[in-house]
């Protein structure tokens, strides 16, 4: 069955360390997304990336950063600069076009310790 | 501005009734694309429907439809006959182009709607 994978479920960062989520598809889809969600609150864009090797911020993409090496990967590290992590991550992916849907992972859990 | 707005944080519906969730969008664009999404509260979000600007016809998928009123840039969704599954956030996101040729969505605040026996 295709479909992306987002790991690990739930992810406890300590104070100054970096955490990195994974996000795997094998929908061969060119479009990838990392959104954070708080709650009472919609998605809001870390970052997108619309072919291998090329990525752009998107609008809270500050103490983040991604790397899209492979098609199907698109990791996000929560870097230490992200003063305020605590919050539930989902990863997408989708053809790139207006009448396209988004396909998502069941998303990660990250909390400070 | 808010592109996308959702006015209703949440709604209440009994089952089998039916109910409609608000969305109204600003675009300047002539070419869009409109979609519900659904998340449960083990969070994933699952894609319900779909409406192009240019599509003549409202969109109807199963029990969901979408009421698509261009003029007056609302794209509400209709769900008949409520389950006690349908109880989730519902989120409403638009897809415009831009510059480069992505379609970054955006996505609405989401309405909680909880289903009553």
């Known amino acids: 069955d295709g479909g992306i994978t987002q790991s690990p479920k739930y992810l406890f960062r300590k104070e100054g360390q970096n955490v990195t989520l994974s996000c795997e598809q094998n929908l061969n889809h060119d479009a990838m997304y990392w959104y954070r969600q708080d709650p009472g609150q919609g998605l809001r864009l870390i970052y997108y990336?619309?072919?291998?090797?090329?990525?752009q911020k998107g609008d809270i993409a500050e103490g983040y950063s991604v790397s899209r090496e492979k098609k199907e990967s698109f990791p996000l590290t929560v870097t230490s600069a992200q003063k305020n992590p605590t919050a539930f991550y989902l990863c997408?992916?989708?053809?790139?076009?207006?009448?396209?849907?988004?396909?998502f992972g069941d998303g990660t859990r990250l909390s400070i310790l | 501005a808010q592109k996308i707005t959702q006015t209703q944080p949440g709604m209440f519906v009994q089952e089998k009734e039916a109910v409609t969730l608000d969305c109204t969008y600003d675009?300047?664009?002539?070419?869009?694309?409109l979609f519900w999404y659904k998340q449960p509260s083990s969070g994933e979000m699952i894609f319900l429907i779909y409406?192009?600007?240019?599509?003549?016809q409202n969109a109807t998928e199963g029990r969901y439809s979408l009421n698509f009123q261009k003029a007056r840039k609302s794209a509400n969704l209709v769900i008949s006959a409520s389950q006690l599954g349908d109880s989730a956030m519902y989120f409403c996101?638009?897809?415009?182009?831009?510059?480069?040729?992505?379609?970054?969505?955006?996505f609405g605040r989401g309405t909680s709607l909880i289903v009553h026996p």
């Open positions: 409406q192009g600007s240019y599509d003549e």
């Open positions: 675009t300047s664009d002539q070419s869009y694309g």
């Open positions: 996101a638009m897809r415009e182009g831009r510059a480069g040729g992505s379609y970054i969505p955006t």
């Open positions: 997408a992916s989708s053809i790139n076009g207006i009448n396209q849907p988004q396909h």
């Open positions: 990336s619309q072919i291998v090797n090329d990525f």
